[in-house]
């Protein structure tokens, strides 16, 4: 009889561990849709030490769409507002230049997602997963600073950097738009079979050396004369202020070193968030 009951119960034991087998290999995810909010940190000319502070913030929003548990298409847009300020720094150098800015920024990405872990939200073993991202996107740019009575100024219109004067031909003249390569990695866990938590680390380069209007040279004070300006006699007036900030001497002299062009500008952001799965099995799992 005790020989009976055991046998019955490892039969019980063994159709159950069947059963969730099954369920779990039948798991297939089909997509995911997200929010996330954090931090961003920007850098290039006014942030050449590369330091991951100030911190300020972005928030986005993805859909995924997985081919298997452990590869899927990610389609994102996220809000991230830059700032960097020369007063902020240490050196006395970027502190004499003087320059500041500040970027609400809208980006779009496409990117390849793949999961180190078999990822079957709902099932023992199968919660959690690190993952990696790479892809390709755009950003919309578009820095401002405020004048000196604290008017806040859209940068690149003004071209601070001799782009609208009819002397100087240093600047590049830059558009809103710029590619973006984002590279991130995650950590993924579920907390049901439908809802997750992750977060998430993502760098990303772009093609553009003006996400803070610094870039090149000077242009010097007389490539904004209303005569040499390709423009009105206040936006002239306006640049002529903007282009140099510099306190106790003056930087502006043509030819200077205002920025670094061999090297892009770029950002970092870090968010938390949450995010629900659509999948094709909706059988009970078990954490």
């Given at each position: 009889?005790?020989?009976?009951?055991?046998?019955?119960?490892?039969?019980?034991?063994?159709?159950?561990?069947?059963?969730?087998?099954?369920?779990?290999?039948?798991?297939?995810?089909?997509?995911?849709?997200?929010?996330g909010?954090?931090?961003?940190t920007?850098?290039?000319?006014?942030?050449?030490?590369?330091?991951?502070?100030?911190?300020?913030?972005?928030?986005?929003?993805?859909?995924?769409?997985?081919?298997?548990?452990?590869?899927?298409?990610?389609?994102?847009?996220?809000?991230?507002?830059?700032?960097?300020?020369?007063?902020?720094?240490?050196?006395?150098?970027?502190?004499?230049?003087?320059?500041?800015?500040?970027?609400?920024?809208?980006?779009?990405?496409?990117?390849?997602?793949?999961?180190?872990?078999?990822?079957?939200?709902?099932?023992?073993?199968?919660?959690?997963?690190?993952?990696?991202?790479?892809?390709?996107?755009?950003?919309?740019?578009?820095?401002?600073?405020?004048d000196?009575?604290?008017?806040?100024?859209?940068?690149?219109?003004?071209?601070?950097?001799?782009?609208?004067?009819?002397?100087?031909?240093?600047?590049?003249?830059?558009?809103?738009?710029a590619?973006?390569?984002?590279?991130?990695v995650?950590?993924r866990?579920?907390?049901?079979?439908?809802?997750?938590?992750?977060?998430?680390?993502?760098?990303r380069?772009?093609?553009?050396?003006?996400?803070d209007?610094?870039?090149?040279?000077?242009?010097?004070?007389?490539?904004?004369?209303?005569?040499?300006?390709?423009?009105?006699?206040?936006?002239?007036?306006?640049?002529?202020?903007l282009?140099?900030?510099?306190?106790?001497?003056?930087?502006?002299?043509?030819?200077?070193?205002?920025?670094?062009?061999?090297?892009?500008?770029?950002?970092?952001?870090?968010?938390?968030?949450?995010?629900?799965?659509?999948?094709?099995?909706?059988c009970?799992?078990?954490?």
């Open positions: 009889m005790i020989y009976k009951k055991y046998c019955l119960l490892l039969l019980g034991i063994f159709s159950v561990c069947n059963l969730l087998q099954a369920q779990y290999q039948s798991y297939q995810a089909k997509g995911e849709l997200g929010i909010v954090g931090s961003s920007y850098f290039g000319d006014l942030n050449p030490s590369g330091k991951v502070t100030p911190i300020h913030y972005s928030a986005g929003a993805f859909y995924q769409k997985y081919f298997s548990n452990y590869i899927g298409v990610r389609l994102s847009a996220n809000y991230i507002h830059l700032h960097a300020s020369d007063a902020d720094s240490k050196n006395i150098a970027y502190k004499t230049r003087n320059l500041n800015f500040s970027n609400n920024m809208l980006e779009m990405s496409l990117t390849g997602s793949f999961n180190f872990f078999n990822y079957a939200p709902g099932f023992s073993g199968h919660n959690f997963t690190p993952y990696v991202s790479l892809g390709i996107g755009t950003v919309y740019s578009n820095p401002y600073t405020f000196d009575e604290g008017k806040k100024v859209y940068l690149r219109s003004l071209g601070t950097e001799g782009q609208k004067s009819t002397t100087s031909h240093d600047g590049k003249k830059y558009g809103p738009f590619m973006v390569f984002p590279l991130s995650g950590v866990q579920a907390l049901s079979q439908r809802i997750n938590l992750f977060a998430e680390v993502g760098y380069f772009t093609t553009t050396d003006y996400l209007d610094a870039s090149t040279t000077y242009a010097g004070a007389s490539a904004f004369d209303a005569a040499n300006y390709k423009g009105s006699p206040t936006q002239a007036s306006i640049a002529k202020q282009q140099d900030r510099s306190q106790n001497q003056s930087l502006g002299i043509k030819g200077w070193q205002r920025g670094n062009s061999a090297v892009k500008d770029s950002y970092l952001l870090m968010q938390i968030g949450i995010s629900y799965n659509f999948s094709n099995c909706n009970p799992g078990v954490f």
